[in-house]
């Protein structure tokens, strides 16, 4: 039966006058039984299985499973998943090749061809964690960053570089590019793909799976994707199947719209915060409701780059107009939009008003709701009204120096001959930061507009403050460009460093001597404020209380100086 049911639900579409076959599900649901009310994230894995069942690896059992998890939401069934690409960084990837190289060298000590020895599904690999903030607060910074971290790691790039040339189906996207969830979501994704089969062009869903944990960015795209470790991803490379459980889908209805001054950071601090209470470990969350069409795709991406932090498998936005807004304004071809719509309505994956899946279990938010927040100073999921900061982070630091009052008095340091005090409570970080936010315009502009504002204001940087600006892509520094909002960013030190993970990951590099000295002689607890996904103590020493924000909120961090500082009208001051 495996082979009759694939065969008898292939079918063809027509968009933009090209002809596709795909495996159609609706064809497959007749003798299957009914599937309307899945969710679309469970239909990516029904078409997955459908077009890779033979009776071995995908047996028709297995997408019965599927169809009969409509009934209770939840099913104790392996399947065989065969994601359409994977996307490395350079950290988690060079082993990766470095397998490769060693396989094709057994090939050749056993007189075999070494060519034959090659990915057998698309690979990607970006180099985006090397870069580190050595140099900042100057525009000499990027090229003097760039010729440190090609210093450091000439012997991995030049290894990198014969791995683009020496195997097929696999490409390296150069250090000094972007962050790879970030090219993924504005270059790589496509959201449907082709490929020929047997002389047939046959379209189905993008799916991947990456070797970095928001490798979940992507399924703002209404792609279906998340990391996995180095050996799952060699095997996927390979083509070989991802072992996994049919996942619980965690319905999260979003209704409403975000209030003026309320960012994306805002709301996806609030989201996490939800799920992290709900408990969606080792789940799948979909996202729903009729609050989506006016959530733009960029702010879709910054809430499903977050799933690591919210602890679910993926969070799935479906695909929709908004979409393929998107698509076209980040310059796909017309001929792609037209298959991703023609494919995702012919397949029950298009999101249409007042849709209502079956789900495991369900939460919903009221958008209008959702105010201006941080989250920290230690983990992701601790939110904090932007008004509590100063409490908060107060309570923290006494409950870091067993319950004492934090001290009054402060150090006295000396920087560039100048004398400046340094107390508890002081940011001595502030970094535009991380994919989760500089893949957002909308927050970016409002960094640059705040930025602006506190310059014609009179106001400056903290000399104690690093400072640092570090996008996903070349995109962002071009619309600031385009807008003159450069200048004014830089004026407050926010100089560009890098394109790449740095501060996000913890490469935010030492402080200035004169700094790190007086930390440790003051025994102070300072902080970091960043437009990252994570927090965790430890990650930026010798900072230890770190706040995650908004890059408006993120520069008010700069301007204040300092945590305990009052950052309620903040917002305010970015606009105009």
């Known amino acids: 039966m495996s082979s009759d049911l694939r065969e008898t639900s292939l079918d063809k579409l027509v968009a933009l006058n090209s002809e596709y076959y795909y495996y159609s599900l609706p064809l497959a649901a007749k003798q299957l039984g009914a599937i309307d009310r899945l969710p679309k994230s469970m239909k990516v894995l029904l078409e997955n299985l459908l077009r890779h069942v033979d009776g071995d690896t995908v047996q028709v059992d297995d997408l019965k499973a599927i169809v009969a998890w409509l009934q209770t939401g939840h099913a104790d069934r392996e399947i065989a998943y065969r994601p359409a690409r994977v996307l490395m960084q350079d950290f988690t990837g060079v082993p990766a090749v470095v397998d490769l190289a060693a396989m094709r060298e057994a090939v050749r000590r056993l007189g075999g061809n070494v060519e034959q020895v090659n990915p057998l599904s698309p690979v990607d690999l970006v180099i985006d964690h090397s870069v580190t903030v050595d140099e900042f607060g100057d525009n000499n910074a990027f090229e003097d960053n760039v010729r440190i971290e090609m210093q450091r790691n000439h012997e991995r790039y030049t290894f990198l570089r014969w791995g683009q040339k ?69 095997a996927a490379m390979l083509g070989q199947p991802v072992s996994m459980l049919i996942p619980d889908v965690v319905g999260f209805k979003l209704t409403g719209k975000l209030r003026e001054g309320i960012t994306a950071t805002d709301l996806v601090l609030t989201v996490t915060q939800m799920l992290r209470k709900h408990g969606v470990v080792g789940k799948f969350v979909e996202f729903y409701g009729d609050g989506l069409a006016d959530l733009p795709l960029a702010d879709r991406a910054t809430i499903a780059n977050m799933s690591p932090e919210f602890g679910a498998t993926c969070g799935f936005f479906p695909v929709d107009d908004v979409t393929l807004g998107y698509m076209k304004l980040s310059g796909r071809s017309a001929e792609q939009i037209a298959l991703v719509e023609a494919y995702a309505k012919a397949q029950g994956m298009w999101r249409n008003p007042g849709d209502e899946p079956v789900f495991t279990s369900s939460l919903a938010l009221d958008m209008s709701t959702v105010e201006a927040s941080l989250a920290g ?171 995650l924000a908004g890059l408006a909120a993120a520069g008010g961090g700069l301007c204040a100086g300092g945590e305990h500082e009052d950052r309620s009208d903040q917002r305010a001051a970015g606009r105009g």
């Not at 062009?201 to 996995?228: C, E, F, K, Q």
């Not at 009179?458 to 070349?474: D, E, F, I, Y």
């Not at 790449?500 to 025994?523: R, Y």
């Open 166 to 234: 020496a195997f097929n189906r696999f490409r390296v996207v150069p250090p000094g590019t972007g962050i790879c969830h970030q090219v993924n979501l504005e270059y790589l994704g496509q959201t449907v793909w082709h490929s020929d089969e047997s002389g047939r062009r046959v379209a189905y869903p993008d799916t991947l799976v990456g070797t970095d944990s928001h490798t979940t960015m992507i399924n703002g795209l209404g792609i279906l994707g998340w990391g996995v470790g180095g050996i799952e991803a060699e």
């Open 377 to 547: 100073p230690k983990r992701p999921q601790d939110r904090v009204a932007l008004p509590n900061v100063p409490q908060a982070f107060k309570a923290a630091t006494e409950l870091d120096i067993g319950g004492h009052k934090a001290k009054t008095d402060g150090k006295t340091f000396t920087l560039d001959g100048q004398q400046h005090e340094l107390r508890d409570g002081a940011v001595v970080i502030a970094a535009i930061t991380s994919c989760t936010n500089t893949s957002n315009p909308s927050v970016m502009m409002a960094a640059g507009l705040l930025a602006k504002n506190a310059v014609k204001k009179g106001l400056r940087s903290k000399p104690w403050v690093k400072t640092s600006l570090a996008p996903g892509s070349k995109v962002v520094t071009d619309y600031f460009d385009s807008a003159k909002l450069t200048a004014y960013l830089e004026e407050l030190g926010f100089n560009l460093v890098g394109y790449g993970c740095t501060t996000c990951i913890g490469n935010s590099g030492p402080l200035p001597d004169p700094i790190e000295q007086a930390i440790k002689e003051g025994d102070l607890t300072v902080g970091a404020v960043l437009s990252g996904n994570r927090n965790f103590e430890g990650a930026h020493p010798p900072a230890g209380e770190n706040q």
